[in-house]
Structure formats: C-alpha cells, structure tokens
C-alpha cells in the first residue's frame, strides 16, 4: 500500500528540502517508486536538489493548480539525475520558479482542495510507493492539509530556542489532526552536544519519537545542494542517520 509522507518545519532553514531529497533517493534505491511534490509554493528549491533546471520543466504544480494541467503532466523523472544505479523511480512535482507565476501565487491564492485530489491523482496515475510532500515552513492552509492527509508526518528541528517553541505548536496540530505516525528530526546539531542527550531531551519535550539526530557537516555545507548528499557521501554519518530514517518509514 502507498504511503503520503509529510516532511515539515515549523521555520526555514531547517535542512526540510535536504532531508526530503535524500529520503526519496534512498527510498528509490531500495526499488520503490517516489513521488516528491514541492509544495513550498512561494519559494520553491528542491529541484536544484535534484539537479532539474527551468528549461526542462514543461509544466509545474502552478500549471495544474490553475487548471492548465493534470497534475501527472507536471511529474519529471529525475531517476536519471541521481547519478547512480537505482532499481526504482523518482518522479519530482517542482514548483514554478518564475517570478510572476510565484506573484500570482501571493497575489491571488489557490484552491487548497485541488492539493488533495492531485496528491491521489499522482499515487495512482504513477503508481508510486510513497509520495514525499515537501511544504511550506510554518502553518498554512496547504500546510494544514498535507498533515492531515499524511500516513506520516516528519518534522525538521534544530536545537534551537524558536525551533523548539515553533515545533511544539506543530506536534500539537498534528495530534489533533490523527496523524497515525509522527517522528521527529533533530538536525544541525552542534558538534559540542551529545546526540543521546539532545534525543532524550527532544523526546521528553514533546513525548514524541526522534528518528535522528544530524550532527552538522562541513561537508553538507560545502555540497550546498549541489545534489544528495547521501548518494555522493553514502559512507558519512549524516548518510546513515537519513538511512536509519528511511527504514522508519518504509517499516
């Protein structure tokens, strides 16, 4: 059975979309067929991740969002992209990157029920395994949405004071939503800190799983989303903390 997987943050510059990223690519590895939607709308990125340029994107979730479209139009398979043998697919939803059609969005909105029909659009239509939704930071309306429809819910922190008090308020909206599984990500982490203390204190905060906690990587900053980091650095902490992940979510 498919899965609809939410990765979120309650602020930016979490690592969200890196995350996101390595996940589908280590899902794919192990012959599933992933579907990645950059919901992140008003300031879309995850396609550079991927190495997808605008030249090759004919159509993006905009296009389907204001009925130019069906959603399966705007999915390009990136599996080529990755760089390494793979036995499944991925398949990435990008968003538009052109400044009017990200105007527009700010300007007018959208119809946030077309995200839930389309989500179910592209589980059948590309028969995937999982869908990794990639959203916007904070709550919103599609926000609110993706969670609610999610078989999971990962959620991207650093240890940091507004991190904590932001996360907090989401984990609340997400029990109050049913999500059935939530896992939390600790990321960034400051080499000064002892990963089992951060874990336990995360834990005992919000009662709630820590699936990993990253350290910081030099090298993660210094790929600088160049491609996924657990493909070219597959031996490197970080590479298997996001594996330990990825066997969470396909468990």
């Known amino acids: 059975m498919s899965k609809i997987i939410s990765v979120h943050s309650f602020r930016g510059g979490t690592g969200k979309s890196n995350t996101t990223a390595n996940l589908a690519a280590l899902l794919a590895l192990q012959g599933n067929r992933v579907g990645v939607v950059d919901t992140d709308v008003q300031s879309p990125g995850i396609h550079v991740l991927f190495g ?18 069906a959603i399966t139009e705007t ?26 059609e990200i105007a527009r969005v700010l300007r007018e909105g959208y119809d946030v029920g077309l995200l839930n029909d389309g989500f179910q659009d592209l589980l059948e239509g590309l028969k995937l395994d999982f869908l990794l939704i990639d959203t916007h930071p904070g709550l919103n309306e599609e926000t609110l949405l993706s969670i ?16 904590y008090q932001g996360t907090g308020v989401t984990v609340e909206i997400a029990r109050k939503l ?18 089992a203390e951060v874990k336990a204190k995360v834990e005992r905060i919000y009662n709630c799983t820590v699936a990993a906690v990253l350290p910081h990587s030099d ?11 657990s493909l070219q650095y597959p031996d490197h ?15």
């Open 52 to 69: 997808l340029d605008e030249s090759q994107m004919a159509h993006s979730l905009n296009d389907y969002l204001y009925g130019k479209c």
């Open 75 to 100: 999915a390009v398979d990136v599996t080529s992209n990755l760089k390494v043998p793979v036995k499944g697919k991925v398949f990435l939803i990008p968003s538009s990157i052109k400044a009017g």
């Open 148 to 163: 609610a429809i999610s078989d999971a819910l990962v959620i991207i922190m650093r240890p940091d004071q507004q991190d």
């Open 219 to 229: 090298e993660m900053m210094a790929l600088a989303s160049a491609g996924i980091f």
């Open 178 to 195: 049913g999500v059935p599984a939530m896992l939390l990500v600790v990321n960034k982490v400051p080499q000064a800190f002892d990963p």
């Open 237 to 251: 902490p970080v590479a298997a903390k996001y594996k330990q992940l990825a066997a969470q979510l396909m468990a």
